[in-house]
């Protein structure tokens, strides 16, 4: 198996979800995650085993930046959400109200800023640390850090707006 190969074969996974993720549309993720292995494939010089994930993970949001931007240039917004989305592994009994729960997350999420989204996405999906995270983006550790708080508490107050009448009980 070669190097790169081996690559592909443990993040592809993880690419393919950060971009899903990112944009919401399975076609979209496979296309971001498809050219994110194409362009890491290209690139010169070699792949350091310690910093791969951060690094596809940079060139997927590139990807998905660089798709907003066609988008806005062909006079076409955002892209919206796949209303379709379901979970393969929920109970039949469950899936209606995790089907629910799983869309109005992904609209809140595409409700923030792509960088918050991003940076939030990579520590809280991917795990990456801060350092990486900075790294794979670009800004600086005190910036990430801002922006991951920051977009914590716009999430828990989009979760306390959905749920009226929770701080009302004792």
Sequence with gaps: MSGFESLYRRYARDVYR????????HATAEDITSETFVRAWNASGEIRASTAKAYLFAIARNCYVDGLRRAQSRGGGHVGLDESLADPA?????????????????????ELPEVDRTVLLLRTQEELTYEEIAQATGLSLAAVKVKIHRARLRLAAWRAAQSPGKGDRQ
Excluded at 18 to 25: I, P, S
Excluded at 92 to 97: I, K, R
């Design 90 to 110: 929920a109970r039949p009994d469950a899936a209606a109200a995790d089907r629910s729960e799983l869309l109005r997350v992904m609209a809140a999420l595409a």
């Design 18 to 25: 950060f971009a899903f993720y990112l944009c919401g549309e």
